[in-house]
């Protein structure tokens, strides 16, 4: 008898299958949603993925609703196998149940092993990303050897003018989810975030056609557009991709292979297949392959003075509550969509909480539990270690601390919000100028290594303006900017 396979929630796609007459088992485990506050289009898109998945499945998918795991697993006859799981928690159930076998991780790229083995050889210094990532594009071939002879054309002009994404039709077992989830609201489970009509995909088809947009008219314009922050289009050149990565719905190798393909057929710019590749062969493999490298579990040390709990303000995605016009922008988008892109993930949201000394685990679960594509292991190497280098600069070699006048320069926020970017003190002064400089003065004695920042605290090397920029950045604290 052939073993039926336990497809976890992050396992939806076909990558996860090795025949199309394999028996399937999904399992709708409820309880988890009332341990923690998920962002209620998070919540939706989970349980609308297994029971799309169920539904593509047919007669081969056994989908149960149950308390716990290990009801469902009781509950099935025959042999059951599931491919690795992505979270330390659920590796260690799974290593508890008797007769389950556990086949190797998949959606990745790089094998544990070969990444063990790279990790392991000698070095000067911590693992860093940019090393790792040129030994993966050496290791499997990617963006090597001569590239396109002509000149590809791309997107010009200030803002970019392509179509947008293909819709998201809600169908009949979106319905069903919704309903249940307003039954749960009812029966007392908290959700954070807005309920919108599901705009990340559920399902392989719908996760392939948003790769297709995105590779044809989006990807040409990521490396321009790629960490520009935009109150007019929250969207720019993204391919909002990551929850179906992270879903398991596409598989990465496919993409990559793709998105090289577009750069070799002249499609794109090599600057663009560049970042995104980077993105999803470096980074993303990258912090997946750190959360299992490193023991104990990844969980970062509080290295800089980062002690006060997230205020409830942030907690509740309240933008309406904020002034500063690029905080309250992301934070709305968080509040609305469960999504922004990377550079507003760090250049606001972190940037602030690393400014005002935020707990970075708090913010790690924040993130998880606020964002469709916030899991485990992305959340806690990025905010901990790369956002709020709390981590010893195993991620990245210094703090990801900016001032507005940066923010200014990358954004059209500026110009609408009452505060000035280049002032730090004062009724005007931008919340996050005069965060930055709180900042390198509260930890200045571990930052003085740092080329940058040295440079940044010898130019507010003056102790009275000192003095008045930290009493007037702790008599803000963490209210609302």
Request: proline fraction near 7%.
């Amino acid at each position: 008898m052939s073993p039926r396979r336990w497809l976890l929630a992050d396992q939806l796609g076909p990558h996860f299958l090795d025949d199309d007459r394999q028996p399937v088992l999904l399992v709708e485990v409820s309880e988890l949603f009332r341990r923690r506050r998920l962002h209620r289009q998070k919540a939706h898109l989970i349980l609308s993925a297994l029971r799309h998945r169920a539904a593509e499945l047919g007669d081969r998918a056994l989908l149960l609703r149950t308390g716990t795991f290990r009801e469902a697993l009781a509950s099935v006859d025959g042999p059951v196998e599931v491919c690795h799981p992505s979270t330390r928690a659920t590796l260690d159930f799974v290593r508890s149940v008797p007769g389950l076998a556990m086949l190797p991780p998949r959606g990745f790229v790089t094998d544990l092993a070969d990444f063990a083995d790279w990790a392991d050889r000698p070095r000067r210094g911590q693992l860093r990303m940019v090393d790792f990532y040129r030994y993966a594009k050496r290791r499997h071939g990617v963006l090597t050897g001569p590239g396109p002879t002509g000149r590809p054309t791309t997107t010009s002009g200030p803002t970019l003018d392509v179509p947008p994404p293909p819709p998201i039709v809600e169908d009949d077992i979106d319905a069903g989810v919704r309903a249940d989830l307003d039954r749960w609201e009812r029966d007392g489970v908290r959700f954070v975030g807005r309920d919108a009509p599901r705009t990340h995909p559920a399902s392989h088809t719908e996760a392939e056609e948003r790769l297709a947009h995105f590779l044809r008219y989006r990807l040409p314009a990521f490396g321009r557009y790629g960490d520009v922050m935009s109150a007019d289009d929250p969207v720019l050149a993204h391919g909002m991709l990551s929850s179906s990565f992270n879903l398991g719905l596409l598989d990465p190798a496919v993409a990559l292979h793709r998105a090289e393909a577009a750069w070799r057929a002249g499609e794109a710019p090599s600057a663009s297949v560049e970042a995104f590749v980077r993105g999803l062969l470096g980074w993303r493999e990258f912090l997946w392959q750190l959360y299992w490298y490193v023991e104990p579990p990844y969980r970062g040390t509080g290295w800089l003075a980062a002690t006060e709990s997230l205020p409830q303000w942030f907690v509740d995605l309240d933008a309406d509550a904020v002034e500063a016009r690029c905080l309250a922008d992301v934070l709305a988008g968080v509040r609305d969509r469960a999504w922004v892109h990377h550079a507003q993930r760090l250049l606001v949201l972190g940037n602030h909480a690393l400014q005002r000394g935020w707990r970075p685990t708090e913010l790690a679960d924040w993130f998880q539990r606020s964002f469709v594509d916030g899991v485990d292991w992305v959340m806690n190497t990025t905010v901990i270690g790369m956002s709020q280098y709390a981590d010893l600069a195993r991620v990245d070699t210094r703090p990801y601390a900016v001032d507005g006048r940066y923010i200014d320069e990358i954004s059209d926020y500026c110009t609408d919000c009452r505060y000035r970017p280049d002032r730090e003190l004062g009724d005007l002064a931008c919340p996050y100028t005069g965060g930055f400089a709180a900042f390198l003065h509260r930890n200045r004695e571990k930052l003085v290594a740092d080329p940058r920042l040295a440079a940044e605290l010898a130019a507010r090397d003056d102790p009275d303006r000192r003095e008045a920029v930290l009493a007037q950045e702790e008599k803000r604290g963490s209210n609302p900017p």
